[in-house]
């Protein structure tokens, strides 16, 4: 077993490497990399590459060709499946490799398994440390976490606004609040979610593309538009998200009362559509977020305006929230932030964000962190 620790951690910062190799491509799975250490070298590696394919683990084990010495160490990242699952149970491999030392990132999320894979390998003799880098294992799987202990999709806005709290001037205009550092920032956040979503105000608005364009790579989730009422039609052949070669991943998300000739123009188009129910001139957000559970789209990164963030954060449908800040002052009493649809009137009551991260790009901060609802 190697017992230095800085060795420990930088073994477990490779598996964390080749688990963010594949960074959003293995939903509704975790993102997992798993190294075999001898002799000190590491001799052997894997990640999990996509839903249904071969864990992390397995892959390292059957690359792994020599025969297990007294230190030969497998870190993972995630702690092993203990069922047999669509790719058979990891634990009941390792203990089979002969391999009798395990270093853990963090537990499994799920309440029902956390903690059995541990068990098994410690019944089996094999000595396993719990806990390395534990932060950082656990963050990058945010969304799968969530999905599997509440069973729903993580539902997370990105915001922008000024330090006074505008997201937009009075004008509508916005380009750009942040620098270019930030603005990047957005598109890692882009691939990781499986889906991204705006409003059609904001289509109308910014014409946005919505992909991820990272190190010359062009990477598209599946892209929703909320557009109740099915208005401006007539110029979606000039947006980018109905004409681009990812047209095929936009889903327009209507109400019931949409009328008949606005549905069927757009069917004429070839759009998708989701049809969901209304209230007083709005979507019910929730049974959108229900439709995604459904469809097995385990997190949802909303691009909102102003209206629609407050709408979501009011109606505590928000999960976490990543904040871009920039020193600004726009000093518009007009200027579009977020509203009131309901509010507390003592500090102890408000809504907050728990578990904060702060990352400076520049000048601009980004915050992230759980929404405590009301």
Not at 233 to 252: C, G, P, R, S
Not at 309 to 325: C, E, K, R, W
């Amino acid at each position: 077993m190697i017992e230095e620790p800085e060795k420990i951690i930088s073994h477990m910062q490779h598996a964390i490497y080749l688990a963010k190799k594949a960074w959003g491509q293995t939903h509704t799975n975790p993102m997992v990399g798993a190294v075999i250490v001898e002799g000190g070298k590491v001799v052997s590696e894997g990640y999990h590459q996509r839903s249904g394919g071969k864990h992390a683990e397995i892959i390292a084990l059957e690359s792994y060709k020599g025969t297990p010495k007294a230190d030969t160490t497998l870190f993972i990242t995630l702690e092993p499946c203990s069922t047999a699952g669509r790719t058979g149970a990891c634990t009941n491999a390792i203990i089979t490799s002969g391999i009798k030392h395990v270093v853990i990132g963090t537990l499994d999320p799920n309440p029902n398994h956390s903690g059995s894979g541990v068990t098994l390998l410690k019944s089996a003799g094999i000595s396993v440390k719990v806990g390395v880098l534990e932060e950082v294992c656990r963050e990058m799987n945010v969304i799968f976490n969530h999905w599997i202990v509440h069973q729903k999709p993580l539902c997370a806005l990105k915001i922008a606004m000024t330090l006074d709290g505008c997201m937009a001037a009075s004008t509508g205009h916005s380009k750009w609040i942040t620098g270019e550092l930030a603005r990047n920032d957005v598109m890692n956040w882009r691939k990781l979610f499986p889906a991204i979503a705006v409003s059609q105000n904001t289509v109308s608005a910014d014409n946005p593309q919505l992909t991820s364009r990272l190190n010359d790579e062009v990477f598209c989730s599946r892209r929703f538009v909320f557009n109740r009422a099915l208005r401006d039609l007539e110029n979606y052949k000039n947006y980018h998200l109905f004409t681009d070669d990812f047209k095929l991943e936009t889903i327009v998300v209507h109400g019931t009362e949409a009328s008949r000739d606005k549905v069927e123009a757009l069917e004429a188009m070839g759009i998708q559509a989701w049809e969901i129910s209304e209230s007083e001139g709005k979507l019910d957000m929730s049974e959108f977020l229900k439709l995604c559970a459904k469809k097995e789209i385990p997190g949802v990164f909303i691009e909102p305006g102003a209206k629609l963030a407050t709408h979501m954060i009011s109606n505590g449908l928000v999960d976490y929230m990543y904040i871009y800040q920039s020193p600004k002052f726009l000093m518009d009493q007009k200027g579009h932030s977020l509203g009131v649809e309901r509010f507390s009137e003592l500090m102890d009551e408000s809504v907050r964000l728990i578990n904060l991260k702060r990352i400076y790009f520049g000048e601009d901060t980004l915050i992230t962190g759980n929404l405590q609802n009301f």
